[in-house]
C-alpha cells in the first residue's frame, strides 16, 4: 500500500511514495532541493516531521497528451467531479464577489455607436457580433483591464477578451510573453509548459500570436484558444480568444472579424516613446572575493546557508519572478547557487557533473542549443555559447523536471561554478533571465 507523503519544506507542494525509498535513505526533493532523511519508522502517524499529503480524488486529466490511460471507476469520476465543481463555484464566487467590491476595476471606457472607445490606451474596439454580451465575472477572474464578452453556442460557449498597459517610457516585446503566461495559467489546467509565440502583424505592427490548448476551469471544458499581442510606442496590448474544442472553429471567423476592427490612435502627443529607464541592478559577491554576479531586475534575494544547498556552495539565492502587468511577486521561482571547486579537466564537464550530484537521481539530461524560450529580460539577452542550459526530465514525475542554466570561471586555482534552477514548466518566464544572471559570474575584483 501506498504511503504518501509531503517534502517536509513548509512552502513545497512535492508529494512521494514512500514506500518505493528505503527507511533511513537521505532524500533530495526533486522540486525545492531540500535534503532530508526518511525515518525508518516513517509514517503519516509516527514520524511527525512529514505532513500527511491530501490524497482527496484529484481533477480527471481533460486533454490526454499521453495516449490512453487506465479506465477510472465511476465512483472516483463523480468525486472528482464534485470536487473540481465546487472549486469552481468558488472561483466563480471570488471573482464576481471581487468585481463588485471594486478589487478588479475594469479601465475607463466610453460607449461608442460602433463598440467601446479606452482613450487611456489610445485604443478602440469594434462592437460585438450579435449574441455576445458583455462578461464581467470572466474579465476580473483573467485579470484583463478592458473587457470580456461571451457568446453562447451549441458546441460551447466562445470568449474574447481584451487588456491593455501604459508604459512610462517605451514598451518592451518581453512585456507580451510574461503576461499571456501569468493570466492564462489563472484560468487554465493542463496548458503546455512552453507557450511559443510566432511572429505575425497585428494592429499593423509586428507582434506575436500564442496559441495555446487548456481545460478552461469555470466549465472544465477542454478549450484551443489564440492570444495576440503587440508593443506599440508606450503601449501594449493583448486579446485573448478561446472555446471548446468542438466549437473553435465555428467561432474563429468572428474571433478574427473581431481583431480585424480594433482601431489605435498612438501618434506623437499620444505615447510618445522615451528612452527605456536605466536598469538599477544588484551585485552579489562574498567575502572570499573569487566572484561577482549581477542581478539587474532585482529578482534575487540571498539565503542564509549556501551550504545546505551544495557542501562547495559560497553563495545561495532565491528568485521571485515579477508580474509583468502589475509588478508584483508572483508564484514563478527559481534558485542560484554558486559552487567553488578544485579545478579537474574540462570546466564544462566539470561543472555539469557536480550540479547532477546536487539534484535527484533518475532524471534523463538533455543540453539545449536551440534559441531559448521566453523574451528577453530588460537587462538584454545572454548569448547562449557563454552559458549552458540543460532539461531535466524525470518519467514519474513531471512535476520536478527541471530547466538549468551554468557557466563557469576559473580565478586564483579555483573554479567557480555558477547554476541557476527553475520548474520546466515555468521555463517561459525564468530561462532568459536565468542565463542572464549565470552569464553574469566574473572573478571578483
Known amino acids: 500500500m501506498a504511503t504518501i507523503l509531503k517534502c517536509p519544506n513548509p512552502s513545497c507542494p512535492f508529494q512521494f511514495d514512500a514506500s518505493r525509498v528505503p527507511p533511513g535513505a537521505v532524500i533530495a526533493c526533486p522540486q525545492c532541493r531540500h535534503t532530508f532523511t526518511l525515518s525508518p519508522t516513517a509514517s503519516p502517524a509516527a514520524d511527525p516531521a512529514f505532513e500527511v499529503a491530501d490524497t482527496s480524488p484529484r481533477r480527471r486529466q481533460v486533454i490526454d497528451r499521453s495516449g490512453p490511460k487506465g479506465a477510472t471507476s465511476n465512483t472516483s469520476l463523480l468525486l472528482a467531479l464534485m470536487a473540481v465543481g465546487t472549486v469552481a463555484l468558488v472561483g466563480g464566487a471570488v471573482a464576481g464577489l471581487g468585481y463588485l467590491l471594486g478589487w478588479f476595476k475594469p479601465a475607463a471606457q466610453t460607449a461608442t455607436a460602433g463598440g467601446l472607445q479606452f482613450d487611456e490606451y489610445a485604443v478602440g474596439f469594434p462592437k460585438p457580433p450579435d449574441g455576445w454580451n458583455r462578461d464581467e465575472t470572466t474579465r476580473a477572474a483573467l485579470g484583463v483591464n478592458l473587457f470580456a464578452y461571451r457568446t453562447p453556442a451549441a458546441d460551447g460557449d466562445g470568449w474574447v477578451a481584451a487588456d491593455a498597459k501604459r508604459f512610462t517610457s517605451a514598451a518592451r516585446a518581453n512585456e507580451l510573453r510574461s503576461a499571456v503566461n501569468e493570466k492564462l495559467r489563472k484560468q487554465f489546467d493542463e496548458l503546455d509548459e512552453d507557450l511559443t509565440g510566432e511572429e505575425v502583424q497585428f494592429l499593423g505592427v509586428p507582434g506575436e500570436r500564442f496559441r495555446?490548448?487548456?481545460?478552461?476551469?469555470?466549465?472544465?471544458?477542454?478549450?484551443?484558444?489564440?492570444?495576440?499581442?503587440?508593443?506599440?510606442?508606450?503601449?501594449?496590448?493583448?486579446?485573448?480568444?478561446?472555446?471548446?474544442?468542438?466549437?473553435?472553429?465555428?467561432?474563429?471567423?468572428?474571433?478574427?472579424?473581431?481583431?480585424?476592427?480594433?482601431?489605435?490612435?498612438?501618434?506623437?502627443?499620444?505615447?510618445?516613446?522615451?528612452?527605456?529607464?536605466?536598469?538599477?541592478?544588484?551585485?552579489?559577491?562574498?567575502?572570499?572575493?573569487?566572484?561577482?554576479?549581477?542581478?539587474?531586475?532585482?529578482?534575487?534575494?540571498?539565503?542564509?546557508?549556501?551550504?545546505?544547498?551544495?557542501?562547495?556552495?559560497?553563495?545561495?539565492?532565491?528568485?521571485?519572478?515579477?508580474?509583468?502587468?502589475?509588478?508584483?511577486?508572483?508564484?514563478?521561482?527559481?534558485?542560484?547557487?554558486?559552487?567553488?571547486?578544485?579545478?579537474?579537466?574540462?570546466?564544462?564537464?566539470?561543472?555539469?557533473?557536480?550540479?547532477?550530484?546536487?539534484?535527484?537521481?533518475?532524471a534523463t539530461v538533455q543540453e539545449l542549443q536551440g534559441d531559448p524560450t521566453g523574451d528577453a529580460p530588460p537587462g538584454g539577452e545572454v548569448k547562449s555559447d557563454t552559458v549552458t542550459r540543460l532539461k531535466l526530465t524525470y518519467p514519474d514525475g513531471p512535476t520536478a523536471n527541471k530547466l538549468v542554466a551554468f557557466s563557469t570561471v576559473d580565478v586564483d586555482g579555483k573554479r567557480v561554478v555558477a547554476y541557476a534552477l527553475c520548474p520546466l514548466r515555468q521555463s517561459n518566464y525564468w530561462e532568459q533571465r536565468l542565463m542572464q544572471i549565470v552569464g553574469t559570474l566574473k572573478a571578483g575584483k
Open 212 to 362: 495555446f490548448r487548456g481545460v478552461y476551469r469555470p466549465t472544465q471544458t477542454g478549450c484551443r484558444g489564440e492570444v495576440f499581442a503587440c508593443v506599440m510606442k508606450n503601449y501594449a496590448y493583448w486579446v485573448y480568444a478561446w472555446a471548446p474544442e468542438a466549437g473553435y472553429d465555428k467561432l474563429a471567423g468572428a474571433f478574427e472579424t473581431f481583431r480585424n476592427g480594433i482601431k489605435v490612435q498612438v501618434s506623437a502627443d499620444k505615447g510618445g516613446a522615451a528612452p527605456p529607464p536605466k536598469t538599477e541592478g544588484r551585485t552579489f559577491r562574498t567575502k572570499s572575493g573569487l566572484f561577482t554576479l549581477t542581478d539587474s531586475e532585482k529578482l534575487w534575494t540571498e539565503g542564509k546557508d549556501p551550504t545546505s544547498q551544495d557542501k562547495d556552495a559560497e553563495l545561495w539565492l532565491r528568485g521571485t519572478g515579477k508580474s509583468a502587468s502589475t509588478g508584483q511577486a508572483t508564484t514563478d521561482k527559481a534558485e542560484l547557487v554558486v559552487a567553488v571547486l578544485a579545478p579537474e579537466g574540462d570546466p564544462k564537464e566539470q561543472a555539469q557533473t557536480h550540479i547532477l550530484k546536487q539534484v535527484v537521481g533518475g
